[in-house]
């Protein structure tokens, strides 16, 4: 078995079981205890689970939405790739609307200070930087700014969006899955992206793998509302056929 096929095998126990045993994982993967630990390292480092004393708990269960500085450190490299698989989703000339995910942000940083591009984002982080790229025509979407993420949100936002129509939204998610499709912590930000999708005439989510799975409380798309998932080579071929099979186009980087 390779390690990212016992590491889905981790996250699916944790998340059915409500934690995970060192030991207990060692003999049903039948691998060594050392293995598990290198696993379970691996998959708090991914922002999966969290380690305690003999084993470790999911996310989920702490219950804390993370910053989105803290969500931008997290398998930076990763985010980065996604991002520059982005860059081929812009229309030239086009229209687009960002979103607040650390992802997006990525691809906010690689985008070419001269490209000829209408932006529309609910991100005050996306804003600050695109406003100095003089081939942007940026538009701030207002509303009410979540601390956490950075992110306008609303009846102000959702109403702006409501009067527009754009080529592309792209949009970070903190889960997604066949069955519960894509997902965030917060109902506010979840108006708003589900608005962002319902605006655009093509909706792409980029997530890097360790999302997949993941159900947060509050659903924005199903799978059939996104065109394109754009995420990393670790996810699991199995899952990726299944999106695929629900409708999106699935792009790895």
Request: aromatic fraction near 2%; avoid cysteine.
């Amino acid at each position: 078995m390779y390690a990212a096929e016992r590491q889905q095998r981790i996250i699916a126990e944790a998340r059915r079981a409500g934690r995970v045993e060192v030991t207990a994982l060692a003999d049903d993967l039948g691998v060594a205890t050392e293995t598990i630990r290198r696993d379970l390292t691996a998959l708090e480092r991914r922002g999966s689970l969290r380690r305690v004393h003999g084993g470790a708990i999911p996310v989920e269960r702490l219950e804390v939405e993370p910053s989105l500085a803290t969500k931008s450190g997290r398998l930076a490299d990763v985010k980065r790739r996604i991002a520059a698989r982005a860059l081929d989703q812009l229309p030239a000339g086009g229209s687009v609307i960002l979103d607040s995910g650390s992802t997006t942000l990525a691809l906010v940083e690689l985008l070419p200070p001269d490209l000829d591009l209408t932006v529309l984002t609910n991100s005050v982080a996306a804003a600050s930087v695109l406003a100095s790229h003089p081939g942007v025509s940026l538009y701030l979407l207002g509303g009410r700014v979540r601390g956490q993420t950075g992110a306008a949100v609303g009846d102000w936002t959702i109403r702006a969006l409501a009067d527009v129509v754009v080529d592309v939204a792209l949009l970070g998610t903190n889960g997604f899955s066949v069955s519960r499709g894509f997902t965030t912590p917060d109902q506010s930000e979840a108006l708003v992206k589900r608005a962002m999708v319902a605006s655009a005439r093509t909706a792409v989510v980029l997530s890097d793998s360790s999302k997949a799975g993941d159900a947060h409380l509050h659903r924005f798309a199903d799978l059939d509302d996104i065109d394109v998932v754009i995420t990393d080579t670790d996810l699991d071929e199995d899952v990726a056929a299944e999106i695929r099979a629900a409708g999106p186009e699935v792009v790895t980087a």
